[in-house]
């Protein structure tokens, strides 16, 4: 039997019923405490792609998976793309639609907290000093979050900066690990006699990491760009005998002269191409390298600097609560699930930047890179952040140094080699001064 | 039909009454709309308030930024012309307006040089014209993102196919991107290659537009080619050609992507436009006052062009 359409069947009164209807359910529904079938609202979780094309599926699913207790919130995911993500959350939280939890970039907490709209974590951190997880962070890490008002946000991934070297081409060379930075102008001489460059690096296009290097550098010389009071001290002696010795190696040849303008592409395909023997990039190196010569990429011990001290830059990038959220106990309760549950990020090749957590670098999946070992062992106890050599903890001052077009100048006029050392420090302190004065 | 009636019609007629109505002879108040001229408003005003909205809340809301020293959150507090007065004194502003200038004369009249003679190649007959008209929009028409890349693969590195090109012909270790005057001329090439398509079609069609009879007319007066060309040709393409440096101003002005994907105005702000230097003050160092100012000054600046060429246009269409 077919059925039929009968149009008469549609009568007006039908019409005005049925609307009547559908109008009275919306009323209904909205006079419901949380609009939505009497469920509480959900805690809204904003994350990047942090890794490869498995990290956000991973991610969703620990999130979705979350089942919170009686009277919380559950959460959403939503997947915030790097592509201007700064407008993406100053436009959200500025109008009240945005995350109550997220990560982002590595300042960003700061910058949100000086606008008051951060939900400081000290409670949520008093609770895992109580459940174990405030101890399972890596040392000092929690201390980098913290402002004057209290804890800007969580730590969640490293992002560091370390040294690597090409085991094949230095053998080539005859040439040693540096460990030292007199050893490093050695190796990186010994490199060049086989035409490849001692210093790889790369300051282009969206490339901040020649910069990162550059203040690298002067933290390994006990330098750096804040003083005690988050003031900028560029100009000093640490710092310039370090940008004497990164002018040192342009001028004598160990730095690829078109560095100034390499993307992290550019660069990469350098290592593949077998020009860059020793250098300084993101823990991830050897994955994104790849191919034949990736496996045989080695992260190498940190450097001691003239003045007897160890020391580079990284980002402890992290996950903030914001005041805009339906519950803030919700919001806490979730992180506290997310945190007790994130270990498969790390532990199924997601492509994520390093653990913040203890027990997650002691499994057997994270134990299996010696490269990643050797970052946590010996990298990240002797990093710091933008702050140093004043401080521990990042603050707002910081967003005038990280990506910003001061650095992108000073990097690409050092890498140049046309300049001294003293001229682009100054120049550079002047411009951080400016932009916190605006 | 009586004297007096024809009298009072014409009467009426004065007063602003059709003849045939048959309404009193008072007569229409002036300054007032008809029902008809509400009736068409009424359906206008929609569409108006939308257009006004789309249009011009933003330019309002940008021009209460550029006196304001907020960021992307904060509004911040009213400082008056201050923003204007700090980016005009700003040697960096007066740089990137230097090296807007150029990649705008470079991007404008090279595009159009190389378009004006290629719709001159493709007008006469030659075999697989079509197929060569599509292979030359290609530039226009792949997304930037992909030529920016293209172009980086060929000159970036000294592995690159460019550099080594250069080598081979012992110019030495040509640094395209990381010499700041290379950079330039680099990324102004990339423009012209970029924008040469879209006036190869503009001069394409003011071409068709033209009589061949002209030419005929001409050659028989004794024209040579070049006089046939500057005398006839120029002239009759001169609106058109007008119109695309218009546009092609405005597009090279306000062009980002091009420059920012391929050395993102570096090294050492040798590449930085106005807009670059727009976008880095705004989005980069969180200062909307002096970012939003400095695109208002550029705006003002293209105005100013596009009113003295569309009056170069005006000429042309007198004459």
Redesign the interface.
């Known amino acids: 039997m077919t059925s039929q359409s009968n149009g008469a069947a549609f009568t007006r009164r039908g019409f005005v019923g049925l609307a009547g209807g559908v109008a009275a359910a919306t009323l209904l529904a909205a006079c419901t405490p949380g609009g939505s079938g009497g469920s509480a609202k959900p805690i809204k979780f904003w994350n990047m792609p942090w890794g490869n094309t498995t990290f956000n599926p991973t991610d969703k699913q620990i999130t979705l998976a979350y089942k919170p207790s009686a009277g919380l919130n559950p959460a959403t995911y939503q997947v915030i793309q790097w592509a201007?993500f700064?407008?993406t959350f100053?436009?959200a939280?500025?109008s009240n639609t945005g995350p109550a939890v997220s990560s982002g970039g590595g300042t960003q907490a700061f910058?949100?907290e000086s606008?008051g709209?951060i939900s400081y974590a000290d409670n949520l951190l008093d609770s895992w000093k109580k459940n174990g997880l405030y101890d399972d962070f890596l040392p000092g890490l929690i201390d980098t979050m913290k402002v004057s008002k209290g804890y800007a946000a969580v730590p969640y991934n490293l992002d560091m900066r370390v040294m690597w070297y090409s085991k094949a081409l230095l053998d080539k060379a005859g040439a040693q690990v540096p460990t030292d930075w007199q050893s490093y102008l050695n190796t990186a001489a010994a490199l060049k006699k086989i035409g490849v460059y001692g210093y790889g690096t790369g300051?282009?296009?969206?490339n901040f990491t020649g910069g990162h290097i550059l203040v690298s550098w002067m933290i390994n010389n006990g330098g750096g760009l804040f003083d005690e009071n988050q003031k900028p001290n560029c100009v000093t002696p640490a710092n310039i005998e370090a940008m004497s010795f990164v002018l040192e190696m342009v001028q004598k040849g160990y730095v690829?002269?078109?560095?100034?303008?390499?993307?992290s592409?550019?660069v990469q395909?350098?290592w593949a191409?077998e020009?860059f023997g020793v250098g300084f990039d993101t823990a991830g190196l050897a994955e994104n390298v790849g191919g034949a010569v990736g496996p045989g990429l080695v992260v190498g011990s940190p450097l001691t600097g003239p003045s007897g001290k160890k020391g580079a830059l990284y980002f402890p990038n992290n996950i903030m609560m914001y005041k805009n959220t339906p519950s803030q106990k919700g919001s806490e309760a979730f992180l506290t699930y997310y945190y007790k549950n994130m270990t498969p990020l790390w532990t199924k090749g997601t492509g994520i930047g390093l653990p913040p957590l203890k027990s997650i670098t002691q499994t057997k999946e994270f134990q299996a890179s010696a490269n990643n070992v050797k970052v946590i062992e010996e990298w990240q106890p002797i990093s710091r952040t933008w702050a140093a050599p004043g401080g521990t903890a990042l603050f707002l001052g910081v967003?005038?140094v990280d990506?910003?077009?001061?650095m992108?100048?000073f990097t690409?006029?050092i890498l140049?080699g046309k300049t001294d050392a003293k001229s682009a420090l100054t120049t550079l302190e002047n411009a951080i001064k400016a932009?916190l004065k605006? | 039909m009586s004297t007096n009636s024809v009298v009072n019609r014409l009467q009426r007629a004065k007063a602003g009454v059709g003849v045939g109505g048959s309404g009193s002879a008072s007569p229409r108040k002036k300054g007032r709309f008809s029902a008809r001229t509400w009736t068409l408003i009424a359906f206008a005003l929609p569409s108006l308030i939308l257009l006004l909205l789309i249009n011009l809340y933003p330019v309002i809301y940008a021009g209460i930024q550029s006196v304001r020293?907020g960021d992307?959150?904060?509004a911040g507090n009213f400082v008056g012309f201050a923003n204007y007065a700090?980016i005009l004194s700003d040697p960096a502003f007066w740089a990137a307006a230097q090296f807007t200038v150029i990649f705008t004369v470079t991007g404008v009249f090279g595009s159009w040089l190389i378009g004006l003679a290629l719709a001159l190649l493709l007008r006469t007959r030659i075999p697989g014209g079509g197929v060569f008209k599509v292979l030359l929009l290609l530039p226009w028409v792949v997304p930037v993102v992909v030529s920016a890349t293209s172009w980086?693969w060929l000159v970036?590195?000294?592995?690159s196919p460019l550099p080594m090109l250069a080598q081979a012909l012992g110019l030495g270790?040509v640094?395209f991107?990381?010499n700041p005057v290379l950079?330039q001329v680099t990324v102004c090439v990339f423009k012209v290659w970029i924008s040469f398509p879209f006036m190869m079609m503009m001069m394409s069609s003011a071409l068709a537009s033209v009589d061949v009879n002209v030419y005929e007319a001409a050659k028989v007066d004794g024209a040579s080619s070049w006089q046939s060309f500057s005398h006839i040709t120029m002239p009759l393409i001169a609106r058109t050609t007008y119109v695309s440096w218009i546009l092609m101003t405005i597009f090279c002005v306000n062009d980002f992507p091009t420059i920012?994907?391929?050395?993102?105005?570096?090294?050492?702000?040798s590449t930085?436009s106005l807009v670059v230097l727009a976008y880095?003050?705004v989005?980069?160092?969180?200062?909307t006052g002096?970012g939003v100012a400095i695109a208002f000054v550029m705006t003002l600046v293209l105005v100013v062009i596009s009113v003295a060429l569309y009056r170069q246009i005006r000429k042309v269409n007198i004459e």
């Open positions: 201007n700064t407008q100053s436009s939280v500025a910058q949100f606008q709209k300051g282009g296009a969206g690829d002269p078109a560095s100034s303008t390499y993307t592409a550019n395909s350098q191409a020009k967003t005038t990506g910003t077009p001061a992108d100048t690409q006029s140049g932009n605006s | 020293n992307l959150i904060d700090k980086n970036a590195t000294p592995q270790n640094l991107l990381a950079a920012f994907l391929l050395t993102g105005g570096g090294p050492v702000n930085t880095r003050t989005f980069q160092n969180f200062q002096p």
